[in-house]
């Protein structure tokens, strides 16, 4: 399969610890990045690779994988996390890429 | 300061043609793969094309193999999408996207704020 599947909506109290979640064959060879968007913007790369930040993104922001499943954790959620993610790898052939379809996180 | 400015979008028949730009600035351009990235109105986020370094390698997303070309012109600094036989499901704006690597690692660190193209009649 060349999807990636990601949870539609997730919330999070503020201060605390969230994980939004990104299943996909594909997620088995390759690693995934995640994506930040908010409204009327473009989308900011948050976490790359193993668990690589971008300079300037927040240390509150990491990455994992395990067998299938890719995961985003933000430890101590801020009301400006409030955003669209989406994760995305490459496809089972190698070259192409497949995003999923995105996870609206709610900091309440 | 590192900016892509993409142009070229618009309204089209269906059928039509237009021809995206993404002018890069504060980055050395020929040292980076590049790609399109397309999101629908309220939708998620597409991968459309990439293309390496130097323009020897090109790919495409199913939806759009046939019908776009990517390319670059290093000498300008600026990435293209070529766009023909356009459908009403290409409404979407259109990003460009910087790759961290000079092949496609497909992790993209810079974005451009985007172009709008509608295809309707």
């Known amino acids: 399969s060349s999807e990636l599947t990601q949870d539609p909506a997730v919330s999070v109290a503020l201060g605390q610890t969230v994980r939004i979640t990104c299943q996909g064959d594909?997620?088995?060879?390759?690693?995934a990045s995640w994506y930040q968007q908010k409204p009327g913007q473009a989308p900011v790369l948050v976490i790359y690779?193993?668990?690589n930040r971008p300079s300037g993104i927040p240390d509150r922001f990491s990455g994992s994988s395990s067998g299938n499943t890719a995961s985003l954790t933000i430890t101590g959620a801020q009301a400006e996390d409030e955003a669209d993610y989406y994760c995305?790898?490459?496809?089972?052939?190698?070259?192409?890429?497949?995003f999923g379809g995105g996870t609206k996180l709610t900091v309440l | 300061e590192v900016q892509l400015l993409e142009s070229g979008g618009g309204l089209v028949q269906p059928g039509g043609s237009l021809r995206l730009s993404c002018a890069a600035s504060?980055?050395?351009?020929?040292?980076?793969?590049m790609s399109w990235v397309r999101q629908a109105p309220g939708k998620g986020l597409e991968w459309v094309s990439a293309?390496?370094?130097?323009?020897?390698?090109?790919y495409y997303a199913d939806s759009v193999k046939g019908r776009f070309t990517i390319s670059r012109d290093n000498s300008k600094n600026t990435l293209y999408l070529q766009m023909n036989s356009l459908r009403a499901e290409d409404t979407a704006v259109y990003y460009c996207?910087?790759?961290?690597?000079?092949?496609?690692?497909?992790?993209?660190?810079?974005w451009g704020q985007g172009t709008l193209v509608t295809v309707s009649s």
């Open positions: 293309i390496s370094d130097t323009g020897g390698s090109t």
């Open positions: 504060g980055i050395t351009f020929s040292s980076h793969a």
């Open positions: 594909s997620l088995r060879s390759y690693y």
């Open positions: 690779g193993k668990n």
């Open positions: 995305n790898s490459r496809d089972s052939s190698g070259d192409h890429v497949v």
């Open positions: 996207a910087k790759d961290l690597g000079t092949v496609t690692t497909y992790y993209f660190d810079y």
